[in-house]
Each structure stands twice: as C-alpha cells, then as structure tokens.
C-alpha cells in the first residue's frame, strides 16, 4: 500500500504514539512498604486507556478514508479534540486526583506530539480540500 498524502503519514506516526502511550507508565507513586516506586499504567486509570483506545481507532480510521476527503477532516477533528481532552484529563489527575504521585514526562509529550501531528494532517487535508474545490470552479 502506497501512502498517497501527506495527512495519511502524520495521521500514521500520530496513531503509532497513541498505541505508544498505551503502553506506558503514567505515573510513579513511592510505595512506603517497599523501597521502589510503584508504576502506574492507563490500565489503572480507565478513563485514560479509553481515550487511548477511541483515539487510536479513530486514527486508524482516518488513515483508510483517503478517499473521502471530508469525512476524514471531520474524524480528524473529533481526534484532536480527545487529544486535547486527554491532556486536560492527565492535568487535572496530575494537580487533582494523585498530588503525590511523580507524574512521567512521556504521558504528556506522546500525547502533545500526537496532537501537533494530527493538527498538521488536518492542515493538510483543508489545504487539499480547497484545492480540490478550486478546480471544482474550473470545470
């Protein structure tokens, strides 16, 4: 399979960190009992191993409908919105729900890369977009 724009290589790097970050610690928190940290996963935080899955899938979604343009623009959009809800969701479990816990770098910058990847795709398609309607005009 060829990848034909650029949108569906950022939409791809981008659903390869949000299957990343399924898979790592979100947080360390000191285990009194024991001398080493316990690591916690998405496993136990839910909500955040749902927002991983919905946006993963949607991704892997828009990557295959290449052909149409402006469904993919519009699943793009949800996929940056849960992108942002996912890191607004990782502040407040951060400054909230788990103050004493040493919250690990990559649960933010994986998800902020994801979104800076997936803002690019979507610039990419509305470029592809009003070229597309232009030569619409022309005919």
């Known amino acids: 399979m060829i990848i034909q724009r ?7 790097v ?19 009992a024991a001398s080493m940290d316990t690591f916690l996963f998405p496993v136990d935080a839910p909500v ?15 990557i295959f409908m290449y052909r149409n343009l402006k469904s993919q623009m519009s699943v793009t959009t949800i996929t ?27 649960a933010y910058i994986l998800p902020a890369i994801s979104l800076i990847c997936s803002y690019a795709a979507y610039r990419f398609e509305r470029k592809d977009w009003k ?9």
């Open 131 to 139: 070229l597309l309607r232009s030569y619409d005009r022309l005919r």
């Open 6 to 12: 650029w949108q569906n290589l950022l939409l791809f």
């Open 48 to 62: 955040l191993l749902v927002l991983d899955i919905v946006i993963a899938m949607l991704l892997g979604i828009a």
């Open 80 to 106: 940056i919105l849960l992108l942002i809800a996912q890191i607004i969701t990782l502040c407040v479990m951060n400054l909230v729900a788990m103050t004493d816990a040493v919250f690990n770098v990559q």
């Open 14 to 32: 981008s659903l390869v960190l949000m299957v990343w970050s399924c898979f790592m610690p979100v947080a360390s928190m000191p285990d009194p």
